[in-house]
């Protein structure tokens, strides 16, 4: 079994070079991952909240996001895991275009993504304002579906997958990187796939 694993990892990276972090194994399909139940949020009552510190909160409902300017990103995604799914296709709104919406003061060093199911997920500011960095509701051309976090979910493809939070419904600004859910049992407050930052 284990010579198994460390055989296909090593064609894994025969395959991708260093397209590949450490310790992962690329599937062909999408695990589903989720702690307790899928929620089940429609478009029709999906709303989001950006709040905190920013000089005007406000709130989007479904026509409101998809009304803003869509970007596609074509890449790979990491799950801390240990799985990698190359070569995937996601559209949303980009952050940066987002964020145009609404002012960040200049206090904020983090963001915690807030979701229905009362998941949260913690993120550095630097990590969040980036061009590849969505609310996708996308997926290979298709609507996201509810167990992969649809209709809306972050993505955050440069850290593990479980920064990229399903069923997103707030952004709130902070001045601290305080812990979100699986942070407080454990998990790294970062989780960059290329440093290995699984756990505390």
Known sequence: MVLDILSRRKKDREKYGERLPDGQKVVE???????????RASTADWRLRIFGLVEKEMELDWEGLTALPGTKVHTDIHCVTTWSK???????????DLLKQ?????????????????????????????????????????????????????????????????????LEFITENTAGFW??????????????????
């Open 86 to 96: 190359m070569d995937t296709n996601f559209e949303g709104v980009s952050i940066p």
């Open 29 to 39: 399909d999408w695990p589903v991952l989720t702690y307790g139940g899928t929620p």
């Open 183 to 200: 942070e407080r049992y454990g998990y790294h407050m970062r989780g960059d796939p290329w440093k290995e930052e699984r756990y505390s």
């Open 102 to 170: 609404v002012q960040v003061k200049p206090e904020a060093k983090a963001v915690m993504a807030h979701c229905y199911g009362g998941y949260t997920a913690n993120l550095l500011l630097d990590d969040f304002i980036r061009d590849e960095n969505l609310l996708a509701y996308i997926y290979e051309g298709e609507p996201l579906p509810a167990d992969h976090g649809g209709p809306c979910r972050l993505f955050v493809p440069h850290l593990y997958f479980w920064k990229s939070a399903k069923w997103v419904n707030g």
